[in-house]
């Protein structure tokens, strides 16, 4: 067997192992969005088929019951306000950090680096919260959100602002520029790409996680769609139609983020990760 033929025989393997790995996700998934229009007594057969009647009232119905235009409302604000006050906070001390070059400023960065492998320990936020007087509000769910995330994002636009001439920053200091002009109007233009990128992988890590919310949201009126979900399950646990059309509606948001901006997923990781 010749060389070549090896490698197309080795490609048909890798191929169809791939295919198999993406059905162990696929399958699930089409597995509830088929549920998710089927009656209470057809879904408990939990099968990959087509349902005999498609009932878009159960949409509805959860919808209604569920309450989940507040919860969509209280998600879409926390996820946009926890986002961009990551991408502002984040870059900016970036790009002091790697600008300056001082032993301080590589202490800092490896501090915030720490931060991906160290935990958060909730029983001391809870505690740095209440003390601080907002346990309970959507505003510490949000520092907290955009705080949880910026080991992340320093480590992405730290790569990127390192690839970015130093010599830009100088001719506009030679210009009359202080510090700020810099980072808006040399620097900022020129990390479009991470920030994409970060408002995506923010956006989705934001959306998704239902332990911040539990454990900082007193008020079940502030709860964000993914503990709807949670709540939903506790009054219709016996109705697996709607909690799939429920798991359905709370992941369609991010599912619609993730094709439409993928690209900028890849482009901006492999950006950040390459030129660091």
């Known amino acids: 067997m010749s060389f070549s033929r090896k490698m197309a025989w080795r490609n048909y393997v890798v191929e169809g192992l791939l295919i198999l790995a993406s059905l162990l ?19 408990l057969k939990f099968s990959l088929r087509l349902p005999e009647k498609w009932n878009f009232s159960n949409y509805t119905t959860v919808f209604r019951e569920g309450g989940l235009g507040r919860a969509f409302l209280n998600g879409m604000l926390i996820t946009g306000v926890s986002s961009i006050l990551n991408i ?17 400023s590589n202490f800092l ?7 991906l492998i160290a935990p958060m320990s909730t029983i001391t936020t809870i505690r740095v919260v209440q003390w601080m007087g907002f346990y309970g509000s959507i505003t510490s769910v949000i520092l907290i959100y955009a705080s949880l995330n910026t080991a992340f994002s320093v480590f992405l636009y730290s790569g990127f602002i390192r690839s970015i001439p130093k010599a830009l920053d100088e001719v506009a200091f030679l210009e009359g520029a202080n510090t700020f002009d810099v980072f808006f109007k040399i620097v900022t233009p020129l990390i479009v790409p991470v920030n994409a990128t970060v408002a995506i992988m923010v956006f989705m890590s ?8 539990l454990y900082f949201l007193t008020d079940s009126s502030d709860w964000t769609m993914p503990l709807s979900v949670y709540n939903f399950y506790g009054k219709y646990s016996r109705d697996w139609n709607l909690i799939f059309a429920d798991l359905v509606l709370t992941s369609l948001p991010v599912l619609i983020l993730y094709i439409f901006c993928q690209k900028y997923i890849v482009s901006g990781l492999t950006a950040g990760a390459v030129k660091g």
Do not use: C, H, Q
């Open 25 to 43: 996700i696929i399958l699930p998934l089409l597995i509830m969005m088929f549920g998710s229009f089927m009656t209470s007594a057809e879904v």
């Open 206 to 213: 934001v959306w998704n996680d239902i332990t911040i919310p």
């Open 109 to 115: 960065y490896m501090f915030f680096f720490m931060g």
């Open 88 to 104: 502002f906070t984040s870059s900016a001390a970036s790009f002091i950090l790697v600008r300056r070059e001082t032993k301080w």
